[in-house]
């Protein structure tokens, strides 16, 4: 058994997020996704925890239900930005926190609170307690309590960060760094840039959405491997002891810090640039922004090479490090269809599409892993058809993203009527096997 999970995203209570984004609405795009497990995310939010008091019923088990369709799970979510000083430098770093009860959400609150943390301006709230803290003061409210880093390369809110100050884990926790079972890959690495890290060896790398509206529910998911039946403390054990079936990952070079550069001077440096030509810009004079690649090759402990990273039928593994859980490099579907149709991905043209296509057959994870291209066809026409299997072949042209500016992934360049002919009889790929 496995299930889904996204279990970081946002509320509509946090800044430049979706109004749309409530408990209904969730449940809707969850179920379209494939999401069989959601985080509510911004639990620390007094109307956003109002809310979901209101909305989700615990179910015994650490995880909650919209009792008016209970096909998807929900568990308490937060991100916290943290602003310090430590060892005589500034940081700032982004944590997720996840908790099994109400209870332990109301505790945890007003420990912030009796900190004179300020809870009710962003769901993603801005506090001056170093991690390390945050990490003790969870562990308080429930022993229990999941503490994952996010985004763990973002120059500037990542733990990794070439802005952060840290190079590793045990710098950020010290005696507390046994608690940390997992770090989050966030949009701009994925799992094999990860494996380079040896501090990460005997941790759960995992991936969510971040997601600040509906579409983006589920643009990268982790597979847990176990029931969903077991709840919390199955989740719980399953993050300590790596049991992680996979993860489904966007393509890190659309993220917006995989390169390193300055968007405001057009100069964007892939690993091997820096390497010739330093981290100065050129135009400016001033420091560029170390983006994800770079950071990696700066501190890890072992090279690309020794990884023997493989690709099988779509499924990345590691040869040096077989048990290791595998991943798949995704294009979102609602990407695809807006390829496709030539609109955006945001028109009620797409939206209408996908709608059809994820109902029709099963959600958009089977849509993109499972099901044969000529389902595909029948439901939404040979360009859509098309560019799934393009997805699924990495058939792709990636411009990558740099200093804050998203890369960009393109299905097609041009179409040609070969590429069409291979469309049909193509064989079904499993999500993980």
């Known amino acids: 058994m496995a299930y889904a999970a996204d279990l970081h995203i946002h509320s509509r209570f946090s800044r430049a997020c979706s109004q749309q984004l409530n408990i209904p609405n969730l449940v809707e795009w969850a179920k379209y996704k494939g999401i069989n497990l959601l985080g ?3 639990f620390l ?3 956003w925890l109002s809310e979901l008091k209101a909305n989700l019923k615990e179910d015994d088990s650490g995880f909650l239900i919209y009792p008016k369709d209970p096909s998807v799970k929900f568990l308490l979510t937060v991100e916290i930005a943290s602003m310090y000083s430590h060892k005589g430098s500034g940081r700032r770093i982004h ?3 996840f908790l099994p009860s109400f209870e332990a959400a109301s505790k945890f609150q007003q420990t912030l609170l009796a900190r004179r943390a300020s809870l009710s301006s962003d769901g993603r709230p801005i506090v001056g307690i170093p991690s390390k803290e945050l990490l003790s003061m969870a562990l308080v409210a429930s022993d229990k ?5 996010a985004h ?5 809110f990542g733990i990794f960060g070439s ?11 010290e005696d507390l760094v046994d ?3 997992g770090i989050e890959t966030g949009l701009s690495s994925d799992p094999a840039m990860n494996w380079r890290v040896s501090e990460l060896d005997n941790r759960s790398i995992v991936s969510f959405s971040d997601a600040h509206s509906l579409p983006n529910l589920g643009r990268e998911v982790t597979v847990i491997e176990g029931d969903i039946g077991d709840g919390y403390d199955g989740l719980w054990e399953d993050f300590k002891d790596q049991k992680i079936a996979g993860t489904i990952e966007f393509y890190p070079e659309e993220g917006k810090y995989h390169y390193t550069g300055h968007r405001n001077c057009n100069v964007k440096y892939a690993p091997e640039d820096t390497l010739a030509k330093g981290t100065t810009c050129p135009v400016c004079g001033k420091g ?3 983006g994800v690649m770079e950071r990696v090759e700066e501190i890890a402990s072992r090279s690309a090479d020794e990884l023997g990273v493989m690709s099988d039928e779509g499924i990345i593994k590691s040869k040096t490090q077989p048990s290791r859980a595998g991943y798949r490099k995704l294009v979102p579907l609602h990407q695809i269809i807006a390829e496709a149709f030539g609109n955006a991905p945001t028109s009620q043209r797409v939206i209408n599409e996908y709608k059809k296509l994820v109902t029709s057959l099963g959600g958009e994870i089977k849509v993109l892993t499972k099901v044969s291209i000529e389902e595909i066809e029948k439901v939404s026409g040979p360009k859509v058809a098309e560019g799934v299997l393009k997805v699924r072949k990495g058939d792709l042209k990636i411009d990558p993203g740099y200093d804050g500016v998203y890369g960009v992934v393109k299905i097609w360049s041009e179409t040609s009527s070969e590429e069409e002919k291979e469309v049909k009889g193509q064989p079904q790929l499993g999500l993980f096997d």
């Open 40 to 42: 509510t995310g911004d």
């Open 45 to 47: 939010h007094p109307l």
């Open 95 to 97: 944590n997720l926190i």
């Open 145 to 149: 309590a999941l503490f994952i880093p």
């Open 152 to 156: 763990a390369w973002t120059p500037w």
């Open 163 to 173: 802005e952060s100050g840290y190079d590793s884990l045990a710098d950020c926790f």
């Open 179 to 181: 608690y940390i079972y």
């Open 288 to 290: 560029l922004t170390v």
